[in-house]
């Protein structure tokens, strides 16, 4: 029987990695984003998630997908985001509709579709952070959206309780991932300063989260709950 992963965002970073674990762990594994995948043998099913459209199209593609293969478990990993340098006091409107556009509504775009052919033993797993529980300064809408995110995992959990899908949402700390480079502008002392703040002092790397996903879909004891992948931070 077919196991499925769609992992979006797997262009890059933590959705490459988890990608190329379920590959090799015997997955038909595809990658929903904007940009290919580079890991050999994973399917792309390239298109914007920043757009509603186009998330509707995915979505479409994706059910004939599980339509025809008929799967015996599905993996949907929820790894996708945008993070925007914003704060309180100075987002836009429309900044903050894309953040949620591609954090948020995708996630719900994707889920309306797909639940109703994924059958029982499959998981929806949402990658949240650090940032789903907690706050800092200059990334409001990120943090807006992954608190949101925090409270679809819940919600998706009870609504799904007796069909045999668990959820959970992954929260890495700061990994060692293209977006956060860009957002901190590939400063290496900043990368230094938040590398301190675990009790490793290095970044968490895309290959552990990785590990976390996979392990995660198949344990469904932990239905609906918060894994903290961060190396164990410094409490402030």
């Known amino acids: 029987m077919t196991r499925i992963a ?21 997955f038909y594994v595809i990658n929903v984003s ?4 580079p890991v050999p043998g994973v399917v792309d099913m390239c298109g914007d998630l920043s757009n509603a459209g186009s998330v509707a199209e995915l979505a ?8 025809d293969k008929k799967p015996s478990e599905v993996c949907l990993v929820h790894n996708a985001a945008l993070m925007l340098k914003d704060t309180a006091a100075a987002t836009e409107d429309d900044s903050l509709s894309r953040v ?45 959206s992954k608190h949101a995110q925090l409270g679809m ?3 998706t959990c009870q609504d799904l309780m007796g069909v045999g899908i668990h959820t959970a949402l992954i929260c890495p700390g700061f990994t060692d991932t293209e977006m ?4 901190i502008g ?8 938040i590398s301190a703040m675990n009790s490793f002092g290095r970044l968490v790397q895309p290959e552990e989260i990785a590990r976390l996903i996979v392990w995660a879909h198949t344990n469904p004891v932990i239905n609906g709950a918060v894994l903290h992948g961060n190396l ?5």
Do not use: W
């Not at 956060?180 to 957002?183: C, D, P, Y």
């Not at 590939?186 to 300063?193: L, N, S, T, Y």
């Open 232 to 236: 164990g931070q410094v409490e402030h």
């Open 180 to 183: 956060l480079r860009n957002h």
């Open 153 to 155: 995992m819940r919600a």
């Open 60 to 67: 479409a593609t994706l059910s004939g997908h599980l339509t």
């Open 6 to 26: 769609i992992v979006t965002g797997a262009s890059s970073g933590i959705g490459a990695a988890a990608a190329e674990l379920f590959l090799d762990s015997g």
């Open 100 to 144: 949620l556009q591609i954090n948020i509504q995708a996630i719900n775009g994707l889920n309306r579709e797909l639940l109703p052919l994924m059958p029982s033993g499959s998981s929806v797993l949402f990658i949240g952070s650090t940032l789903s529980e907690k706050a800092v300064k200059g990334a409001f809408s990120y943090v807006v």
């Open 186 to 193: 590939h400063d290496e002392q900043v990368i230094g300063a």
């Open 34 to 37: 904007r940009r290919p995948c």
